[in-house]
């Protein structure tokens, strides 16, 4: 059974960061492209950032490019996604999700999670 667990939200004040981890299991991780999307609350999910399957190229949504970081760890079947210069616009749920063979990487929004998600709350 395929899972997609994230961790390491919590609650952050204007400016400070954060470093997400998203755990997979139940697929051949190394050969799929992956995704973090996020939820703030009473909006739809909206795509963050993506990474192809080797982790050799990275795509950002223009609101967090420059400030956030995704990356991934073949070996441990592992996802992160860090985050700098955090504003209260980001505070939401995210999610990291498997990108279908020959998709692009924003159409995982067109699923839901798979995933229990992750706070991530930005307040003074």
């Known amino acids: 059974e395929e899972q997609l667990v994230e961790s390491g939200g919590g609650l952050v004040q204007p400016g400070g960061s954060l470093r997400l981890s998203c755990a997979a299991s139940?697929?051949?991780?190394?050969?799929?492209?992956m995704s973090w999307v996020r939820q703030a609350p009473g909006k739809g999910l909206e795509w963050v950032s993506g990474i192809v399957h080797s982790g050799n190229n990275a795509y950002y949504a223009d609101s967090v490019k420059g400030r956030f970081t995704i990356s991934r760890d073949n070996a441990k079947n592992m996802l992160y996604l860090q985050l700098n210069s955090l504003k209260t616009e980001d505070t939401a749920m995210y999610y990291c999700?498997?990108?279908?063979?020959?998709?692009?990487?924003?159409?995982?929004?067109?699923?839901?999670?798979r995933g229990p998600g992750t706070q991530v709350t930005v307040s003074s």
């Open positions: 999700a498997k990108v279908p063979r020959g998709s692009w990487f924003t159409t995982v929004t067109d699923t839901p999670p």
């Open positions: 139940g697929f051949t991780f190394n050969m799929y492209g």
